[in-house]
Each structure stands twice: as structure tokens, then as C-alpha cells.
């Protein structure tokens, strides 16, 4: 068994020293492509084949058998060539214009072989642990990557993926709060915007200024700082805000709460368009014009180690007591639980990731308004962690997946006018969409009344344990 | 004398215009099973809550091992309201969280369960070791504190195997019996690691057996962890089984203190608790 795992690593890293060598030496080989596909000669390649061909015929008219079998097998020898020659043009050019997928296939194929033997090896089991995880992470990765380099990066698709990727960092930041410990806070949009406008006013190019704030005589920061960076200040930003309203807003409980935070959102969005604020924020213009990713990896690299990060904590002994004091209070503050600065870590927490959540989403629309952040924007992120179940990381991520291809792309027909024959479709057009879209969220709702996971999580651990308790359950049958 | 382990001094809870504890003081001394017991209404569960930072009380001080803990006078408009007895109000205020209380080395349990519901047992006990935690924030998320993180699970798996509950540790905490549900209770308090113990009517709804067993269990720890115990109970054979002194209180009040002899045969707890005969 051990043998054979490192035979199946060796063959997997053969694999992909092959996938890595084409695509490696169809990258300068375009002349030499395009003189293969050259239409002249593949005219004279045709040509003579066609005049083998005509001798065959000529061969078999003349009732020559020998001179017939002669003819037939130089042709046959000749179009195999040929069949050869436009497969070998064919897999030059295949890697030719995937290179970059099939590197990602080939750096996919060795960490799965690492994996491999690291399991055949590993005798503590503590690796063992992390390659299965270790491989689907690079599968998700690699697979985005290739679905990015085949879809188009404009593609449909691609869209739901970034805005999806985006959405589940927000709606796993809301699930902390909200679902983990149990405030119950609807500042989600006050506090994106605060990044996304932290995020833009620090990575505008420098010689752009003085066109986006034109109205403000060109703003007051004329620095451009990487972007990283604005989003890590990003996330610092909110941050602040949440640690300074945190300290009034978290003495009050459940819908007080959430009346204040939604308050708060509200008078975010004002402020940032008041006309004073102009040399900072534009007033009620747009932000345009700073850094932009341009592949669906900076935003599932950003999210996924967000997500990571978030998931750490909900499991380390500040989660635990996080959960505790969504449980009861009473309970936990007797169990030496501050409440007070409890609460305040998980809200300036879940506000530092729904700030890099913002910078990511004013990314990813290449333009930031102050008005777009209604309290709407909360409510859809609200609904996701409902949906997905509250307390649930792995059900937020799903959920917002589903949610945003069902609102952006499964649904999007409903929209559209269409005739079947001459026959009118009734009820198809602009605006049907959001209705039959509501009427899915309350089956939802309806059907599953914890979300689609609860509060549990998609674990490998337990999923392999079921797998081996049907196999026992089988045995034990037979 | 060494300081007592705990000690009310004048503790008096008035909530409006009802003085639910008045002028209530006295002492526990270490390794002691004292019990407070009366009526229903009698403000047991108040002067626990006074006790542990719940509430704070409107006058009076509570101090834990000689360190003064809680202390307070009637402030605001209770100053015009104040309908306690004891009028000498001491000048000190002391306010500390039931958390900040609870670190000193009091546990306590509820009257009504208050188990962490969506939580297996284990958690339940695992959430106790935190006020012990050296590990921030950032050494907790990263997984710097793999040595304190085990040394936690041990604790809390050597609590609950001293309740007993070892085999039930992945099972929901409300998926348990009662009576288990009371010994997780205990178990995640003793998980604080505690010098007192306030136990708030353990034996609610238990049978005799149960009870019987859980008076062995209560004197059992107390010498097994080098506990103090003070319990409100309302099963009198439990209280006189295991207690080495009883308070009585009626309406706020005290109404006797002494050894369960003394207190079994005392003409105003016998009052207090079947009424006087009106002739």
C-alpha cells in the first residue's frame, strides 16, 4: 500500500514535469506554430494527398491489384502522418493558449503527489491531517485560476466567484458577531463602507487626484499607498469606529442593539457624503480610479485567509467564551467571562473583516459611493448568515455562493422578455427576478428554519466517519 | 483569628420600597458546609446574587478572605427611600463584576440550570478554564498555546470525571437528566477552580436517593478540592445531614444561626416555617 502511494506520487509529478515542459516550450514557439498552420502548406499537404489518393482510384480502375495495394498503403502511411502532425499542432497549441491553467494543473498535480507520500510516510499522523485539507485548498485555488483562464475574467461565472468570494468574508465576519456571539447587529454596511472608502482614498493613483476630486481641488492626500496595505487600513479603520461606538452601543441588549447599529450605518452613509468631508471623501461623487485586482485570486486569496483567521478564533478558548455568552450571559460572566470586553473583541473583530470586506467589494465595483451602502446591503449579508445558518462559517460560505448566483446569474431569464414561438411568456420581465427570488429565500427560510447547515460545519472528520460507518454497517450486513 | 473565608457585614437589598435582604451578616470559615435556608421569598437567591456581583447591594460590605469585595451605601434616590434596618452605612464603595468575583475564587451554581445549551458537556466544563488563560488574543488564534490549550482539556476532563459525567462528555449538555445536568453545574464551577463554593438549591427536584447522594457528593469534594461550601437548600434532611452551621432567614432577615441541633428545635424557624396558629 505504501509502495504503491509513491509509485502514484511518482507518476503524478512525471505528470506534471510533462504538463509543465509543454506548456514551458509552446510559450516562444509561436512562429513556429503559425508556419505549421500555414495555409499554404497545408495546400500542398492536401494537394498531395489528393494526388495519392487519385492514384489509388487510377490503381483500382486499371484493375492493377498490386499497384492498387502499393498506392493504398503509401496513402494510408501518408494520412496517418498528416493525422499525427495536426494532433502534435493541435497539443502545441492547447498548451499554447492554457499555459498558465496547465501550470496551475501541474503545480496541483505535485502537491497532491506531496500529499501522497506525506501519508504513506507520516507516522504520527499529525501531516496525515493536513493533506486532505492541504489538497482541496490547492484545488480550489487551481480550479478558479483555470476557470478564470478558460470563462474570460469577465465572464458570468467569474463575476458570481469574485462577488461571492467578497460576500462570504462579510457574511462570515456578520456570523461572528451576530452568530457566534450572539449581538445581534445590523452595522454590517456602515462599517463596509468605512473600508471601502479607507481602502480608496489611500490607493487613488497619485496623478489622478486632482480628476476624481475635482470638485475639492484635487483632495488633501496625495500619496498612493500598495495595496495591501489600504486594505489592512482598511480593516484598522473600521476597526476604530467599532471599538469607539462599541463602548456605549454594546451595554445595550438584542433589538436596542440592533437599532443602534442600524442608526449608526445610517449616519455613516450621511457623513461621508457631507459636503466638509469633500477633500477626503468626495462628498457625494464617486471614488474611482484606484487599485483594481485584476484575477479572481486576489479576492479568494484575501477572503480565504480572512475566513481562516475568523475560523481559528471561533475555535481557540476566546471563541469558546464568545459562544458562551451568546448561550447566556448571566452563565458566563459567572463563569469569569468579561462580558463587556468579550463583546467588544468580537465587535471590533467582525468589524475589522467587514472593513477588508468593503475595500474588497469597492474592488471589485472599481468605483466607491457612499450611497450604495444602504442598510439593503446589510440585510442581504444578514440573510446569507440566516440562510447558511447562524453559526455556521462553512454554511455563510455556501450561502453566499448560492445566494449571490441565484441573484445574479441562475435568475437573471426571469428578467428577460422571451417568446416561446409566438407564443409570450407571461410574467417574464425586468423586475420578476427579485420576486421569484424572495418567494426561493422563504422556502428556504421555511424548510430549513436553521439555515442549510445550523450551527454545524462541513467537516472532513466527520464526513470520513460516515463514509467508514456505512462501510462498517455494510460488513456487518453482509 | 484568621480572616474568615467569607464575610457579610450589614448587607442589606432593598429593590424600590421592598427590602428584600436587611441587615444581613455572617461569617464562613474555611473548610466549613454552611447552609442558608428559609421560606420561599425569604431573599436566599438576593443575598447569593449580592454576594457574587449580580447585584449590588443598596448597603453593606461582603468580604472574601479579609479583602473587601463588595461594599456600598444607599446612593441617589435610595438615600430618601432606604427602608433597611441597620443605619450606619459604611463610607466605601466597592462594585466588582460577577466575572471579577468569580477570578477571586468564588463559584457558583443557579437555582434554575444555566448550562451553555447548544454546547456538548465537555464544552460546558472546557468554557470554565478560561479566566485562567494566559494566552491573548492573537497567541489563542495563531495556536501558540498548544500546552496551555491541552492542559485546559485536562482540567475540564478531570472535573467532569470527578461529577461522574466522563462518558457523557460529547453528549448536548440539555440532552442530560436533571440530575446530571445538576453535577455538570457543579462541575463547571469547581473547572474555575474555587476555594468557596455557593451552591443554589442543588437538590431542586431531585428524589431522596439522588439527594442522599448528592449531600456524600457535596462533602466529598469539599475535601477532595479543599472547598468551602455554602449552600441554599430547601430539603431539610440534606441541610442538616451535611451542614456544619445553618443560617435561617425569614423576610431579609435573620432569624437563628447555629448547629442544625440547635436550629432543628428553634421555636421562630419552626414559626417561619409552618406559620404562627391565629387563635
Known amino acids: 500500500m505504501k509502495m504503491f502511494k509513491i509509485i502514484l506520487a511518482a507518476l503524478l509529478v512525471i505528470l506534471a514535469l510533462v504538463i509543465t515542459a509543454s506548456a514551458l516550450t509552446t510559450r516562444g514557439t509561436l512562429p513556429t506554430l503559425l508556419e505549421r498552420m500555414d495555409p499554404e502548406n497545408l495546400a500542398a499537404q492536401d494537394a498531395a494527398m489528393q494526388k495519392a489518393k487519385d492514384r489509388v482510384t487510377t490503381a483500382l480502375a486499371e484493375n492493377n491489384p498490386e499497384r492498387a495495394q502499393r498506392s493504398l498503403d503509401r496513402y494510408i502511411n501518408g494520412f496517418s502522418a498528416q493525422l499525427t502532425l495536426s494532433g502534435r499542432v493541435g497539443y502545441d497549441l492547447f498548451f499554447f493558449r492554457n499555459g498558465p491553467s496547465m501550470l496551475a494543473l501541474a503545480l496541483f498535480l505535485v502537491v497532491a503527489a506531496a500529499g501522497l507520500i506525506a501519508h504513506a510516510l507520516d507516522r504520527s499522523g499529525r501531516v496525515r491531517k493536513l493533506v486532505l485539507p492541504a489538497i482541496l485548498i490547492t484545488v480550489l485555488y487551481v480550479g478558479v485560476y483555470i476557470v478564470e483562464n478558460i470563462a474570460g475574467a469577465n465572464s458570468m461565472l467569474m463575476t458570481v466567484l469574485k462577488k461571492g468570494a467578497i460576500y462570504a468574508l462579510l457574511a462570515v465576519s456578520m456570523n461572528l458577531l451576530n452568530g457566534f456571539t450572539g449581538l445581534f447587529s445590523l452595522g454590517q454596511a456602515g462599517f463596509m463602507l468605512i473600508g471601502a472608502y ?60 440592533a437599532i443602534a447599529t442600524l442608526g449608526f450605518a445610517e449616519i455613516i452613509r450621511a457623513i461621508f457624503q457631507y459636503d466638509g468631508l469633500g477633500p477626503l471623501t468626495n462628498g457625494s461623487n464617486l471614488l474611482r480610479k484606484f487599485t483594481v485586482f485584476d484575477t479572481a485570486l486576489f479576492p479568494f486569496a484575501v477572503a480565504g485567509v480572512c475566513i481562516a483567521l475568523i475560523a481559528l478564533l471561533i475555535h481557540s478558548t476566546y471563541g469558546r467564551s464568545f459562544k458562551a455568552i451568546r448561550d447566556d450571559e448571566v452563565a458566563a460572566e459567572a463563569m469569569g467571562i468579561n462580558l463587556y470586553a468579550h463583546k467588544q473583541m468580537a465587535f471590533v473583530i467582525s468589524s475589522f473583516f467587514a472593513g477588508v470586506g468593503g475595500a474588497l467589494l469597492a474592488m471589485y465595483q472599481t468605483t466607491v459611493q457612499a450611497a450604495a451602502f444602504t442598510s439593503a446591503m446589510t440585510y442581504e449579508i444578514l440573510l446569507i448568515v440566516v440562510i447558511g445558518g447562524m453559526g455556521s462559517i462553512s454554511g455563510s460560505v455556501i450561502a453566499s455562493f448560492l445566494f449571490v448566483a441565484a441573484s445574479e446569474w441562475w435568475l437573471r431569464f426571469l428578467d428577460n422578455e422571451t417568446m416561446l414561438g409566438s407564443f409570450r411568456v407571461p410574467l417574464l420581465r425586468s423586475g420578476f427576478r427579485m420576486v421569484v427570488f424572495s418567494v426561493v429565500i422563504m422556502a428556504v427560510v421555511l424548510f430549513y428554519r436553521k439555515g442549510i447547515m445550523g450551527d454545524r460545519e462541513l467537516s472532513l472528520g466527520r464526513f470520513r466517519r460516515r463514509l467508514s460507518h456505512r462501510r462498517k454497517g455494510g460488513a456487518q450486513d453482509g | 483569628m484568621a480572616d474568615a473565608m467569607l464575610e457579610l457585614s450589614h448587607v442589606t ?267
Open chain 2, 13 to 279: 437589598m432593598q429593590f424600590g420600597g421592598v427590602v428584600a435582604v436587611d441587615n444581613l451578616s455572617m461569617h464562613i470559615d474555611q473548610d466549613e458546609i454552611v447552609a442558608l435556608i428559609g421560606p420561599n421569598g425569604a431573599g436566599k437567591t438576593t443575598a447569593f446574587n449580592c454576594i457574587t456581583g449580580v447585584y449590588t447591594p443598596t448597603s453593606g460590605q461582603v468580604f472574601y478572605r479579609g479583602e473587601l469585595i463588595v461594599s456600598n451605601r444607599p446612593q441617589g434616590k435610595m438615600k430618601t427611600l432606604y427602608a433597611g434596618s441597620h443605619k450606619d452605612f459604611p463610607t466605601q464603595v466597592v462594585v466588582n463584576t460577577p466575572d471579577r468575583i468569580t477570578k477571586m475564587g468564588l463559584a457558583r451554581t443557579f437555582q434554575n440550570i444555566r448550562l451553555f445549551k447548544t454546547q456538548t458537556v465537555f464544552e460546558n466544563v472546557l468554557i470554565a478554564t478560561h479566566l485562567h488563560r494566559t494566552s491573548n488574543l492573537f497567541t489563542a488564534t495563531m495556536r501558540l498555546n498548544r500546552q496551555e490549550e491541552r492542559s485546559f482539556r485536562e482540567h475540564a476532563m478531570s472535573m467532569l470525571e470527578a461529577v461522574g459525567l466522563q462518558d457523557e462528555k460529547d453528549e448536548l449538555a440539555v440532552s442530560l437528566p436533571y440530575g446530571k445536568q445538576r453535577r455538570l453545574e457543579i462541575a463547571r464551577a469547581l473547572a474555575t477552580r474555587p476555594r468557596l463554593l455557593l451552591l443554589d438549591e442543588p437538590a431542586a427536584g431531585m428524589n431522596p436517593q439522588e439527594t442522599d447522594a448528592l449531600g456524600r457528593f457535596i462533602v466529598d469534594i469539599r475535601s477532595r478540592f479543599g472547598l468551602t461550601v455554602f449552600l441554599i437548600e430547601h430539603h431539610m434532611d440534606l441541610v442538616m445531614d451535611i451542614s456544619d452551621r445553618i443560617y435561617v432567614i425569614d423576610f431579609g432577615r435573620q432569624i437563628a444561626h447555629g448547629i442544625p441541633e440547635q436550629i432543628q428545635d428553634n421555636p421562630d424557624v419552626i414559626t417561619a416555617y409552618l406559620g404562627v396558629d391565629e387563635e
Open chain 1, 198 to 257: 479607507t481602502y480608496a482614498i489611500f490607493s487613488i493613483e497619485t496623478q489622478s487626484r486632482a480628476q476624481v476630486y475635482q470638485y475639492y481641488a484635487g483632495g488633501i492626500i496625495q500619496f498612493q499607498l500598495p495595496a495591501l496595505v489600504s486594505i489592512a487600513l482598511a480593516g484598522l479603520a473600521a476597526a476604530l469606529f467599532a471599538f469607539l461606538i462599541g463602548w456605549p452601543v454594546l451595554r445595550l441588549k438584542s433589538d436596542y442593539l
